[in-house]
């Protein structure tokens, strides 16, 4: 099964109180892939400047990455600064430079154009509605939005809506868009206004899956060290649709599976800057962090009072 990522391939320079880097592999299709072929093979659609260190991205392609989709155009490659208070809990964004992201127009190989499990990053609904017009019969479509898109973009938004089978956002861009601070309410609200199920992440308090009729819940993994929480939540991405694409389905069952996954993914990522905290991680690793999960939630029925 053919599983796609397109976003953004940036720079990132990161703060915390725990440490800082500078220029570091970042952005959304990174983060996803990295985490993603950790499981099956991933195909990269994006852009790169002529400044971007593409040797990097080379040496990450073995891991089982095709980045062959990710344009090199002539210019600055999206670079973005952010500083993170003590808690890592709220973030400041000090730069964004978009460089030649801010005139990508995503254009899949025609080797991708079959793809089956497509993950649209959090671009432009107007490009997410392009990319989906060049692939022409995939089993699962999952987007991603951001507060900016819902601002300024929501009705082409929610015409995109209608044509993906997942949601994935966060709880504060679920609030937004729907209106609707009860975070359960609101993903019945996205429910009802196209995708089939959405999945909304809550950072250090798990992530829910919202179907109709049922909702399913798993906390964060706990960890005794975060060092930068930049990009976990597509880290979750990748690890949810690097699942199903191994599983090659995406039923009731797999899905929640697939939530286990991500959580283990952004576990994974938050353990280091940038995405070194998969450097040392094997296909093995998740499998224990994934059944580690079982011990960490499952709580056996009690026995009956007579």
């Known amino acids: 099964m053919t599983l796609i990522v397109v976003g953004s391939v940036a720079l990132d320079s990161i703060y915390t109180p725990f440490?800082?880097?500078?220029?570091?592999?970042?952005?959304?299709?990174?983060?996803?892939?990295?985490?993603?072929?950790?499981?099956?093979?991933?195909?990269?659609?994006?852009?790169?400047?002529?400044?971007?260190?593409?040797?990097?991205?080379?040496?990450?392609?073995?891991?089982?990455?095709?980045?062959?989709?990710?344009?090199?155009?002539?210019?600055?490659?999206?670079?973005?600064?952010?500083?993170?208070?003590?808690?890592?809990?709220?973030r400041e964004t000090l730069e964004t430079r978009l460089g030649v992201f801010a005139t990508f127009q995503p254009r899949l190989p025609a080797a991708l154009h079959a793809a089956k499990f497509v993950f649209l990053g959090n671009i432009d609904p107007e490009l997410q509605h392009g990319v989906l017009d060049q692939i022409t019969s995939p089993t699962l479509v999952v987007c991603d939005t951001m507060n900016y898109w819902i601002q300024s973009k929501k009705p082409v938004l929610?015409?995109?809506?209608?044509?993906?089978?997942?949601?994935?956002?966060?709880?504060?861009?679920?609030?937004?868009?729907?209106?609707?601070?009860?975070?359960?309410?609101?993903g019945r609200w996205i429910l009802a206004h196209g995708p089939k199920r959405v999945v909304i992440k809550q950072g250090e308090f798990g992530a829910l899956l919202i179907e109709p009729g049922r909702t399913f819940y798993v906390p964060a993994f706990p960890l005794e060290e975060?060092?930068?929480?930049?990009?976990?939540?597509?880290?979750?991405?990748?690890?949810?649709?690097?699942?199903?694409?191994?599983?090659?389905?995406?039923?009731?069952?797999?899905?929640?599976?697939?939530?286990?996954?991500?959580?283990?993914?952004?576990?994974?990522?938050?353990?280091?800057?940038?995405?070194?905290?998969?450097?040392?991680?094997?296909?093995?690793?998740?499998?224990?962090?994934?059944?580690?999960?079982?011990?960490?939630?499952?709580?056996?029925?009690?026995?009956?009072?007579?």
């Open 19 to 90: 440490g800082e880097t500078a220029d570091a592999l970042g952005g959304s299709a990174v983060y996803f892939s990295v985490a993603g072929s950790l499981l099956h093979r991933v195909h990269v659609v994006g852009v790169v400047g002529d400044d971007y260190p593409v040797a990097e991205l080379d040496r990450l392609a073995p891991r089982g990455i095709d980045w062959s989709g990710v344009e090199r155009a002539a210019g600055e490659s999206f670079r973005w600064k952010g500083k993170y208070s003590y808690d890592l809990q709220s």
């Open 158 to 186: 929610m015409e995109l809506l209608k044509r993906v089978d997942i949601l994935m956002v966060n709880d504060s861009e679920a609030r937004e868009l729907s209106g609707d601070w009860n975070i359960h309410r609101a």
């Open 226 to 306: 975060v060092f930068d929480p930049t990009g976990a939540g597509d880290a979750f991405a990748g690890g949810f649709m690097g699942y199903l694409a191994r599983a090659g389905m995406a039923d009731s069952d797999h899905l929640r599976r697939a939530m286990v996954y991500g959580a283990a993914m952004g576990s994974f990522a938050v353990s280091q800057f940038g995405i070194r905290g998969f450097d040392d991680v094997t296909t093995v690793d998740v499998e224990q962090r994934v059944r580690a999960f079982y011990d960490l939630t499952h709580v056996a029925e009690a026995e009956r009072v007579p």
